[in-house]
């Protein structure tokens, strides 16, 4: 049974969706903040899979707690399925949001078919280095310019699939309830419930 879960990211924004949705009781949460040293993880595999699994696995062997890890990223079919694994670093490995949006606007220029998805794994990894891996997945489209102020990352752009509005544009209620990250945590919850405490 577990009882503490080191959620291993390092991303405010990620961190606080996580927790918001992960919530059981008597479960205690940890984050990175928890810990004065951590190894550095290059997320260097071709997948959100290989990616998600890598981080699990190194920082469970470390922190000696069962660890969630996840990667992520939006896919966009015009682009071939680009910016993917490389969501995050699109307009370069200092980019920040707004680069990466301007990048993928710029990239979409003339583009009427602007088909879409974010796609989420998640990694849940023992302290002995089994890892196991849960995906969800929310299909939408890219705007024609952002919108919106919530939210993180390619937010202001993307519109899911039944809305008109952007996921910035939701409240953190509304996007979780459909996000790729809000229905792999509920996968998450599904296939691991048997292993958390009081469950």
Known sequence: MIDTLFIATGNAHKLVEIRAIFSVPNLKLVDMNDYSELPEVV???????GNAVKKAVELAKFSGQWTLADDSGLEVDALGGDPGVYSARYAGEDADYLANNSKL???LKG???RSARFRCVIALCSPDGEARTVEGCCEGKIALAP????????D???IPVGE??????MSDLEKNAVSHRGVALANADVAWKHLL???
């Open 156 to 158: 202001p752009l993307f």
């Open 105 to 107: 606007l710029h990239e």
């Open 147 to 154: 919108s919106g102020d919530s939210g993180f990352g390619y």
């Open 197 to 199: 405490v009081n469950n």
């Open 111 to 113: 583009v009427t078919e």
């Open 43 to 49: 997320e260097d595999q071709d997948s959100f899979v």
């Open 164 to 169: 008109s509005r952007t996921f910035a544009e």
